[in-house]
């Protein structure tokens, strides 16, 4: 990589740091969520609960992916260029559409809803869920048009407040609902419980960040003093044609502004629609070869519940940290890219690329330290050790791998995007139903496939970006991160035998911090060592 300057607090930075505490504390929730479900549906019906997962997940492809990248790159654009009519036009416009089409969609699922439970997922029991996610259909791609709106604008604390109280209220649902149910209830009951909170959340999130949204347009109304390009023009003819103040552009046609959001969306959503069929494919074939390695169908379920609802959700957590800087680097490399300014682009694509390195070793150094501890801290369970320490390697190829898809997508790479991605989501269709099917690998095989494939992804999306952006990565930096590594190592074994007397809470507290802050702060002392000398 090439080397990076000082780091300076620049907008770039304040924001993703607004939305790492946000989604710090939205992941935090979230995961205090998955932990209530692990502890009321047992590994059992938290396998039931992964299985119904990805069939929601490719609904949701069906009905929002794409929807709060598109937004956002357009709400930029029109923001920057002070468009209001075409910007607000636009909102107006998909929101209607968009309605109208998720509308059908969930009306379908209502209907055919057991059918999708006895003939997709193959288990009964997750019908009563599946009616449940209906409502979810229509709440989440409106909640995505007013999230787009709000990032394009940069206006980040209004969605992370909102994200908060969202996840906050889910678990107060949960908790409210199952506290009705009896005590040893079929799992079928409390997985319906689960996906009925999510309906809630999303519902209370969509009606918030509408009331945002309105107050918003109104606050933006007022102080430029128009309403639509017509408006404008008299407003300018009035004021002395201070166009250096409020441009408006070109007035566009509904069908055009519809069009414009499309081109984006919809390579993003054909994507998401045959990455997440496949995912799902693989979520479904995964019990089955399971079964046919030689667990019972049971124990099958709870082998996925143990590693993928309970192991890969504690070593995933910090990617929250990665999340938020791309969700502030989409927008903000559109503009770069629009403006010809592509230094300014390699420079921010390189910081985001060096913080996931940062983040995912950290991780990994943690969860091959004290897997222990973090299964009993956040699962109560001592049987998660060789599943967390397993996927160490795992979140570290991944936490790096994913952010080039975001880096292709601000690039305006949405084929090649869409290429990459059904390349792995084939790739690790493939490799769960060889690797799965061997006995001595069973779960193992499936967290093997998923580091494969995302190894895979990384060196496709590198060579791509690499063809618009230069991205260098020399010795210098290598050996910056290995050292790095080694004296966060080192740091953490020191305090875990330090604390290793204390409650496991306080040691794994006392671990995490010192790996990240020895990880961050050793990382940029020795980057500049050895470039100073």
């Not at 770039?12 to 209530?36: E, P």
């Not at 590994?43 to 598109?70: H, K, N, Q």
């Not at 998909?94 to 969930?106: D, I, P, R, T």
């Not at 414009?260 to 993003?268: K, N």
Request: charged share 15%; aromatic share 8%; net charge positive.
């Amino acid at each position: 990589m090439r080397r990076i300057s000082a780091v300076h607090i620049d907008k770039f930075y304040k924001d993703s740091l607004i939305l790492t505490l946000s989604n710090m504390t939205t992941g935090t929730i979230a995961f205090i969520f998955s932990i209530i479900l692990s502890r009321e549906l047992g590994a059992e019906g938290l396998g039931l609960f992964g299985l119904i997962s990805p069939v929601y997940g490719f609904l949701l492809c069906l009905t929002s992916d794409g929807l709060i990248t598109a937004i956002s790159r357009t709400s930029a654009l029109y923001h920057s260029r002070k468009e209001l009519s075409n910007l607000y036009r636009t909102i107006s416009t998909v929101f209607v559409f968009v309605l109208l089409y998720v509308s059908c969609v969930a009306f379908l699922v209502l209907v055919c809803h057991n059918i999708i439970a006895i003939h997709i997922v193959r288990d009964a029991r997750a019908a009563g869920a599946i009616m449940m996610l209906c409502p979810a259909l229509i709440f989440v791609p409106m909640s995505a048009i007013l999230k787009g709106y709000f990032y394009g604008l940069g206006q980040y604390k209004t969605t992370a407040s909102v994200d908060i109280f969202e996840k906050l209220l889910r678990v107060i649902v949960l908790l409210s609902a199952i506290s009705f149910v009896s005590p040893g209830s079929e799992v079928s009951k409390t997985v319906t419980i689960a996906f009925l909170a999510l309906a809630v959340g999303e519902l209370v999130s969509m009606t918030l960040l509408f009331i945002c949204y309105r107050m918003r347009k109104s606050k933006m109304i007022r102080e430029f003093g128009i309403t639509s390009n017509r408006s404008f023009a008299n407003a300018t003819k009035m004021a002395g044609n201070t166009l250096n103040k409020i441009r408006s552009g070109r007035s566009k046609s509904r069908i055009q502004l519809m069009f414009d959001v499309l081109v984006v969306s919809v390579p993003l959503g054909v994507e998401g629609i045959l990455a997440s069929s496949i995912s799902a494919i693989s979520a479904l074939v995964l019990p089955r070869r399971l079964v046919s390695a030689g667990f019972t169908y049971s124990e099958a379920l709870a082998m996925i519940g143990r590693f993928g609802g309970m192991a890969l959700n504690i070593t995933t957590l910090p990617y929250i940290i990665v999340s938020s800087m791309l969700t502030v680097l989409v927008p903000e490399l559109s503009l770069h890219i629009s403006k010809r300014n592509f230094w300014a682009a390699e420079e921010r694509i390189t910081q985001v690329l060096r913080m996931a390195a940062l983040v995912g070793i950290s991780t990994a150094i943690i969860c091959l330290q004290i897997p222990e501890t973090l299964g009993v801290v956040f699962y109560r369970r001592n049987d998660l050790a060789g599943m967390i320490r397993f996927s160490a390697p795992i979140c570290l190829i991944m936490f790096i791998a994913l952010p080039s898809y975001g880096i292709l997508n601000a690039l305006g790479k949405q084929n090649t995007f869409l290429k990459h991605s059904l390349i792995h989501s084939a790739l690790g269709l493939l490799l769960t139903f060889i690797l799965v099917g061997i006995p001595t690998l069973n779960i193992y095989g499936h967290g093997s496939s998923i580091m494969l494939a995302y190894l895979a992804s990384l060196i496709l999306n590198i060579k791509e970006i690499k063809k618009i952006c230069e991205i260098k990565a020399d010795c210098h930096d290598v050996i910056s991160l290995l050292l790095s590594a080694v004296l966060a190592w080192l740091a953490s074994e020191f305090i875990g035998n330090l604390t290793g007397a204390a409650h496991p809470l306080i040691r794994t507290a006392a671990i995490v911090i010192t790996c990240f802050l020895t990880m961050f702060a050793s990382s940029r002392l020795v980057n500049n060592c050895l470039h100073e000398s």
